[in-house]
């Protein structure tokens, strides 16, 4: 059974930086698509972050992220990482990773992480 933990999350002042992680059991990082989608707080919409495809596919991350964030894997730790860097406030949710055949919506993905809490403020 493929399960998904995250870890990284926490307290950062606007213009900081963190770097989550999303530890993969049950399968090689690399043979799902692995997607980070973010939950606002009040909001039911979980919307795509980063994706990374299975294999040497394509990566594709969202408009709002300007080149703030990265996605990377690390096939040794079977783990998938997102840093983000210069953090805003409006980057304060609730931060999940999902695995699946291939990079689509949260709902479209087949497992999911409990995700970790990311809170921008000063």
């Known amino acids: 059974q493929v399960q998904l933990v995250e870890y990284g999350g926490g307290l950062v002042q606007p213009g900081g930086s963190l770097r989550l992680s999303c530890a993969i059991s049950?399968?090689?990082?690399?043979?799902?698509?692995i997607g980070w989608f973010r939950q606002a707080p009040g909001k039911k919409e979980h919307e795509g972050v980063y994706?990374?495809?299975?294999?040497?596919?394509?990566?594709y991350d969202r408009d709002s992220i300007q080149g703030r964030f990265t996605i990377s894997r690390d096939k040794a730790k079977n783990t998938v990482y997102l840093q983000m860097n210069n953090l805003k406030p409006n980057d304060t949710a609730v931060y999940s990773c999902?695995?699946?055949?291939?990079?689509?919506?949260?709902?479209?993905?087949?497992?999911w992480g409990k995700g970790t809490l990311v809170t921008v403020s000063a």
């Open positions: 994706c990374i495809s299975s294999g040497n596919g394509p990566t």
């Open positions: 049950g399968a090689t990082v690399d043979y799902y698509a």
């Open positions: 999902a695995a699946g055949g291939w990079c689509t919506t949260y709902t479209g993905m087949d497992y």
